[in-house]
């Protein structure tokens, strides 16, 4: 059963760079795309972007100058790094993994989760 | 950017049916898929591909889709199906995921 664990600093202060990291257990690191995704309180989700298993990235184009995501296959490990946060980054911040179908094609769906980080950003 | 829409909320009572929309220009060329969210737990896929049921996902639970409006249906609604639900789907090119806003379902 694959069991993503998270973890980093859960609070910051304005224009800190937030850096979370995500562990995938008990299955394949290296046949998936990885995807952080994040809840802001009393708001919806909103993706962030993804490190696919050969290490190309694609992000959230209103997030991508500050945003970036990279895996290490040797630890089986994603992890993301935004910089100059505000207040308008605190939020619930879950890994995801992008599911592949029967055919081993990777889909946009995400089928297994992390738990979420929760940061605060505050002066 | 790319928006998709949904309505802030639902209500039904017991029993009933819940059906939540999701619109988006692209929603009749990319796949939707739809999650519920329950406070404190991470979201669970309840629709895969516009209308595949996940394995343990209960048969209540189903979609649809028809042009540019793609719908999640929860028929004999229970109680802990009250939850947030989003829809999530990609824009036309395929290149960036975009979510809804979520919709709460109220079980009254």
């Known amino acids: 059963q694959v069991q993503l664990h998270q973890w980093g600093a859960g609070l910051l202060k304005p224009w800190e760079t937030l850096s979370l990291t995500c562990a995938v257990y008990?299955?394949?690191?290296?046949?998936?795309?990885w995807n952080w995704i994040r809840q802001p309180p009393g708001k919806g989700l909103e993706w962030i972007g993804e490190?696919?298993?050969?290490?190309?990235?694609n992000y959230n184009p209103t997030l991508k100058s500050r945003v970036t995501i990279s895996g290490d296959t040797s630890s089986n490990q994603i992890s993301l790094k935004l910089t100059s946060v505000t207040a308008a980054d605190t939020a619930l911040y879950f890994c995801a993994r992008r599911k592949r179908d029967h055919y081993g094609t990777s889909t946009w769906a995400f089928d297994i989760w992390g738990p979420g980080t929760m940061v605060n950003v505050s002066s | 950017s790319y928006e998709v829409t949904q309505p802030p909320s639902v209500s039904v009572s017991p029993g009933q049916t819940a059906r939540i929309t999701c619109s988006g220009d692209a929603l009749s060329k990319q796949y939707t898929y739809w999650y519920q969210l329950k406070p404190g737990q991470a979201p669970v896929m309840v629709i895969y591909k516009d209308s595949e049921r996940p394995s343990g996902i209960p048969e209540r639970f189903s979609g649809s889709s028809s042009g540019t409006t793609v719908a999640l249906t929860i028929s004999g609604v229970q109680a802990e199906d009250e939850a947030d639900y989003y829809c999530q789907s990609v824009d036309s090119g395929g290149s960036y995921v975009v979510f809804g806003g979520g919709t709460k379902l109220t079980v009254l």
């Open positions: 008990g299955g394949s690191f290296n046949e998936y795309s």
């Open positions: 490190v696919s298993h050969s290490g190309s990235t």
